[in-house]
């Protein structure tokens, strides 16, 4: 996959890039990336990138000329990727929509500043919006960041151990199922006996039944969209019994 990083801060997102998973999805080929940085755009003195919004108002536009150079740049070498703008205003990323990402042959992600980027560049060039949550950053940056990890880790290949991935939280639809590790007991609280048992069944219906309890617990709205198979309805209903005992018992 080739991603492109445009904005007036990229070599955060690089810094960010070049550690972990997906400074090792480069180093394997998995993952190109190149990062513009919008003042190399510019074709006055002072560099200027931004100027004041018409209407009035506090805070500063990013202006669509340098980036539209950015984007066009960008495009040379990647010439199927379609632009996308991180903004609070976009599409919200989840599971599903990172998996769609993951497929694609690359992306060309523009990380606005100050209170975001000319509306006419976003009509002419950009072609979809994406949002990493209901909330506002002060730079599409940190949202960039966060969404080329997300995709990157879906990259066939890139995971070192290939079924953490597979087990993931919302990979199945659910939240994932607690982890413990060494020592057997700490500060009192001991790992669960029936991950210690060697029986895998038993531990595969263990986690199950804790990532179906959890969900119901934290994220009920996750378990609406999600039919139950038969097992899965035996397992969250024993939770919520023990979970009811441990309420009033
Ligand atoms: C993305 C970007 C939140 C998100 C962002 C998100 C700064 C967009 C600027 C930048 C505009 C003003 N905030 N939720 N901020 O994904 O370019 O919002």
Not at 2 to 18: K, M, S, T
Not at 77 to 84: F, T, W
Not at 127 to 151: K, T
């Amino acid at each position: 996959m080739e991603i492109d990083v445009i904005g007036l801060f990229p070599q955060a997102v690089r810094g960010f890039c070049e550690v972990g998973m997906v400074g090792r999805a480069q180093a394997q080929g998995a993952l190109a990336m190149r990062f513009w940085d919008l003042r190399d755009f510019t074709l006055d003195r002072r560099h200027t990138v931004d100027d004041r919004p018409y209407g009035g108002g506090p805070g500063m536009v990013l202006m669509a000329e340098p980036l539209q150079a950015a984007i066009e740049a960008a495009k040379r070498g990647n010439a199927d990727s379609r632009v996308a703008y991180l903004s609070p205003a976009g599409r919200v990323l989840n599971h599903d929509a990172v998996m769609e990402l993951a497929a694609r042959p690359g992306l060309i992600l523009v990380a606005g500043r100050y209170e975001g980027v000319d509306e006419r560049l976003v009509q002419a060039t950009v072609d979809e919006e994406w949002s990493v949550g209901d909330y506002v950053l002060s730079g599409g940056e940190a949202a960039a960041a966060v969404m080329i990890d997300a995709v990157v880790r879906q990259l066939p290949g890139v995971l070192g151990h290939e079924d953490s991935a597979r087990e993931d939280s919302f990979v199945e639809g659910l939240l994932d199922c607690p982890h413990y590790t060494r020592p057997e007991e700490w500060r009192g609280q001991k790992v669960p006996d029936t991950l210690l048992s060697g029986d895998h069944e038993r531990i595969r219906r263990w986690r199950l039944k804790e990532s179906l309890g959890r969900t119901w617990l934290r994220r009920p709205d996750l378990l609406v969209l999600r039919e139950l198979g038969a097992e899965e309805r035996v397992l969250l209903e024993e939770f919520k019994q023990e979970y009811r005992g441990h309420e009033y018992g």
